[in-house]
């Protein structure tokens, strides 16, 4: 055991220590620093921290701790996505399963009789979403009357994507005494109602506030038109040699844009809910694994990979929500590393692109189209607002940029060059 480990004197136990020293984790990040001694304390928590940031052992650590020590029950994680599920499951098993935890993974899609078959043999911590949870307890193969741990990770995602109802179910279905960590990345009036209603003074731990991006991660955007998306794509992939990560507004678009790119040579895969759940693993091996270069994903994907060193991101469209771009950026620049961000607007997105500028508190830098793509036509609209650190307002989104993309009131003279330094 390494005594010099920041983990050391967060009150760990000695064999998980081992395990940690092990696996090279020396560093805590600082969402786990400030989580992991209250947690093991038994104090119910909320964490808001961007993702990419540490948090599945944030809980995670605790809760193998607490299910060790025999008296707090079963653990239970709660996940928006398949995707989350299956890597919590994965980070969880190679802290635990040296030290004899048994975990069940309840998923959509997976088959029934292995979930049926973990939960019977009385798993130590059980990790699922939220409406598998449900069938398990409709049909009575779940209990949920002895978990001592409940953890609801990405919960402002949950809510979001229209789980609150399953989640009132699962929280109304655990003991009344019991442990409640509640991570997530934003925090919406909803989760402040469900710490009242159901955490015991909930300490809350914010370590950035939304929209804080890692210091390590350069963004840009291209104004670009609809028609010359695919092509200035095909530029960039061959612009950038290591792992791209491309997402798509609906699965239908990432279905396509994934086929294009495999029809020009690049080996390429595709992340959304019309795929399977062995499909979605075997994007997201692949993926990890290099066997394809470039994984094309809707939002499904936002929040749910944890794949180390993706060189760059590339938002082909925009997002529906300003908040889901902080989270499919973040998906670069991980735990230290450095990353890239590049995004495609069209002259009708202004609006769009203001509100995420709005979250971020600051104008995102404006790329040069390559000469061989036509200059999309702008219409004259006033200068962008000063983006200082303040909170978020609304305006009207008539706000954007002058004729021919020139950006105006940011104090730059000049845009930067189509390929910037990195």
């Known amino acids: 055991m390494n005594e010099f480990s920041g983990f050391y004197k967060l009150g760990i136990a000695p064999g998980i220590l081992s395990i940690l020293d092990k696996l090279k984790f020396t560093v805590p990040t600082p969402i786990q620093e400030r989580s992991i001694p209250l947690a093991i304390e038994g104090k119910d928590l909320i964490g808001i921290a961007q993702t990419g940031t540490g948090k599945t052992l944030a809980f995670g650590i605790p809760m193998i701790q607490g299910v060790l020590r025999r008296k707090n029950g079963i653990g239970l994680v709660v996940l928006p996505t398949r995707e989350l599920a299956l890597q919590v499951e994965e980070s969880l098993q190679k802290i635990g399963r040296g030290l004899g935890i048994k975990t069940a993974l309840l998923i959509g899609g997976a088959p029934m009789g292995r979930q049926i078959s973990d939960i019977r043999r009385k798993s130590d911590i059980v990790i699922g979403t ?229 979250l971020l508190h600051k104008p995102l830098p404006i790329a040069e189209l390559p000469d061989s793509l036509p200059k999309p036509i702008l219409h004259s609209v006033p200068a962008r607002p000063a983006y200082g650190r303040r909170p978020p307002f609304r305006s009207s989104r008539s706000h954007g940029y002058g004729s021919g993309g020139t950006r105006r009131g940011s104090g730059h003279s000049r845009r930067p060059s189509y390929r910037p330094s990195r």
């Open 130 to 358: 939220p409406g598998r949870i449900i069938d398990h307890l409709e049909q009575r193969i779940l209990s949920l009357s002895n978990v001592g741990i409940l953890v609801l990770d990405e919960a402002d995602r949950m809510l979001d994507m229209g789980f609150a109802p399953q989640l009132k179910r699962i929280l109304q279905s655990v003991p009344t005494e019991k442990q409640t960590m509640l991570f997530s990345a934003t925090m919406p009036p909803e989760i402040g109602t469900i710490a009242k209603t159901f955490m015991k003074l909930p300490l809350q731990i914010e370590i950035a506030p939304p929209g804080t991006m890692a210091d390590n991660l350069t963004q840009e955007v291209f104004m670009v038109g609809r028609e010359s998306k695919d092509a200035l794509l095909k530029k960039l992939l061959y612009d950038y040699k290591g792992s791209v990560l491309v997402f798509s507004r609906t699965k239908h678009g990432a279905k396509r844009i994934a086929k294009g790119l495999r029809d020009l040579g690049h080996t390429s895969a595709e992340l959304h809910s019309n795929r399977s759940l062995n499909q979605r693993r075997d994007a997201l091996n692949g993926f990890d694994t290099g066997r394809y270069r470039i994984l094309v994903a809707t939002d499904i994907a936002a929040r749910g990979i944890d794949v180390q060193g993706i060189e760059v991101v590339i938002n082909y469209d925009l997002p529906m929500q300003a908040e889901d771009y902080v989270h499919r950026i973040g998906r670069t620049g991980r735990a230290g590393a450095s990353g890239h961000a590049i995004s495609f607007a069209t002259p009708d997105q202004l609006g769009d692109l203001r509100d995420i500028e709005r």
